[in-house]
């Protein structure tokens, strides 16, 4: 076994028995210098999407993490990242949430973009995404970690699928042609008591900027975009970490609601 594998199936163990583990990092650290550790990290991640393949799972989209100016400053980035999005990660609009699925489950609101036609091009424009995007919906994505306690960098997190757990879709389609995607508000609660606020400008200034950072990307990696897929495009405002039966709602401005049900541990 190789010394990725090894990382990769100390994750995997952690994500099938609902356990945390140790971060990785230095464990990448050790197999490279400095400039190697993100791609080292980016092939941890790529064996888990593997083994989930080969488990059965459906691959549905791609997630986009670290759109926040300040938790790029954090981290010491100033590119997002991106994890894979699967079929058994998808949750319905109030339905509810088995605890035992999550891993320290945080909430945090975003627009999600489905898309209609594939995105091949090696360097693609608002026009081209807009023209693959066959409709949006509100979504929560319910983050989680692996890692103990949430002591993570950037190489835990990207080798931990960026630190993804479920995913939340909102019911009503809407075109974008008929949103804002810079100016809509974005307002999420918990029991009626409002936790998080951000727009669509916190999402690289534009949740578009987001899409296309991310379909360039993965045609480099020999894995464009394609029809079908589900792109959540990053936070809008702060994560709010989830305790057992908890509801969070997030009202987009254009897209309506999105709701989550946390079950009971």
């Keep these: 076994m190789t010394s990725i594998q090894r990382i990769a199936d100390r994750l995997w163990q952690a994500h099938i028995s609902g356990t945390c583990t140790h971060p990785v990092r230095e464990e990448l650290a050790r197999l490279g210098d400095a400039r190697q550790t993100l791609h080292l990290a980016y092939q941890v991640q790529q064996e888990l999407t593997h083994r989930r393949l080969q488990s059965g ?6 997630k986009i993490g670290l759109t926040s100016t300040a938790v790029q400053q954090q981290l010491g980035v100033d590119a997002p990242d991106y994890g ?5 990660m998808a949750v319905g609009d109030h339905e509810e949430i088995d605890w035992s699925r999550t891993h320290q489950p945080k909430a945090e609101a975003e627009i999600a973009l489905v898309l209609q036609r594939d995105l091949p091009h090696e360097r693609h424009t608002y026009a081209d995404v807009i023209s693959a995007v066959a409709y949006a919906l509100p979504a929560i994505e319910v983050v989680g970690s692996r890692i103990a306690n949430w002591d993570i960098r950037l190489a835990d997190t990207v080798a931990d699928n960026a630190s993804s757990d479920l995913f939340v879709l909102g019911s009503t389609p809407v075109p974008l042609r008929k949103l804002d995607l ?6 999420m609660e918990r029991a009626g008591e409002q936790v998080s606020i951000g727009a669509g400008s916190a ?5 578009l900027n987001a899409a296309v950072w991310l379909a360039d990307t993965m045609v480099r990696l020999g894995a464009p975009l394609r029809a079908g897929d589900v792109v959540l495009t990053g936070a809008l405002g702060p994560m709010v970490a989830a305790r057992p039966g908890d509801v969070f709602t997030a009202q987009i401005q254009g897209l309506g609601n999105v709701t989550a049900v946390f079950g009971q541990d």
């Design 57 to 62: 799972a459906r691959l549905v989209g791609r």
């Design 84 to 88: 894979a999005l699967f079929a058994d």
């Design 182 to 187: 810079v100016q809509c508000g974005m307002v």
């Design 203 to 207: 999402c690289l200034g534009n949740p």
